[in-house]
């Protein structure tokens, strides 16, 4: 499957990022030379172009694209993109801001299948939209369901493991990861766990402490 993301700013720049990383096919269409350069430093396919353009859309794939991602800082340009994606019959994703007023929000979600506030959700999110998924997991926690964040120590059991390879089954999930001092971002599937560094986990209530112990050690439950 081939995805399209219009804009590789930061929001575009990890959810290209964390769809190649799972194994997907991205191209990015970008109007900034340089970053265009970064995405294919990163072994992305990517297009010098404005994305609100169906000739650059055409040369990046549209007709066999599965998605457009329209996650630039131009609203505009995004919902252009996506417009050009309804028309080859694809799944259309469209980044907006806190700023829409609501008629222009209820415009945008006629016509695309999915509205995103990235800011908000993270790129993440934003991908899980892409892919055809809820993006809206905070609305679909339970009563069940807590979130909590975890402190990594020197000697805990996943240090030097990737957030990829941490099945804690259906009792919890790591939703977001920072190094020590640092703000907590969407972790990529690669992002290896070291010492100091806090995960933050949506968790089963009955499965906290031994989740907690899993990962960080016996240490948790004194």
Request: a negative charge; hydrophobic letters at 45%.
């Given at each position: 499957?081939?995805?399209i993301i219009v804009g590789y700013g930061r929001v575009g720049a990890r959810t290209a990022r964390i769809l ?41 794939g549209l007709a066999g694209a599965v998605a457009i991602g329209g996650l630039s800082g131009d609203m505009n ?146």
């Amino acid at each position: 499957m081939t995805f399209i993301i219009v804009g590789y700013g930061r929001v575009g720049a990890r959810t290209a990022r964390i769809l190649r990383e799972e194994g997907y096919e991205v191209t990015v269409v970008e109007t900034d030379q340089a970053k265009v350069d970064r995405a294919r430093e990163a072994e992305l396919e990517a297009v010098l172009g404005d994305g609100a353009r169906e000739s650059v859309l055409a040369e990046a794939g549209l007709a066999g694209a599965v998605a457009i991602g329209g996650l630039s800082g131009d609203m505009n340009a995004n919902y252009e993109a996506c417009l050009h994606g309804v028309d080859a019959g694809i799944r259309t994703v469209m980044r907006v801001t806190d700023d829409v007023n609501d008629r222009i929000y209820a415009e945008y979600a006629e016509a695309v299948d999915e509205v995103v506030y990235p800011e908000r959700m993270g790129a993440a999110g934003a991908k899980t939209a892409i892919l055809g998924g809820s993006f809206n997991a905070i609305g679909a926690l339970t009563e069940r369901l807590r979130l909590t964040t975890l402190t990594i120590p020197a000697d805990a059991p996943v240090v030097g493991a990737s957030v990829a390879s941490i099945d804690l089954g259906d009792r919890a999930r790591i939703y977001a990861h920072g190094p020590a001092g640092e703000p907590l971002t969407i972790p990529l599937p690669g992002t290896t766990i070291d010492p100091d560094d806090r995960i933050a986990l949506v968790v089963d209530r009955g499965a906290v402490d031994a989740v907690t112990t899993e990962l960080i050690g016996a240490q948790a439950s004194g």
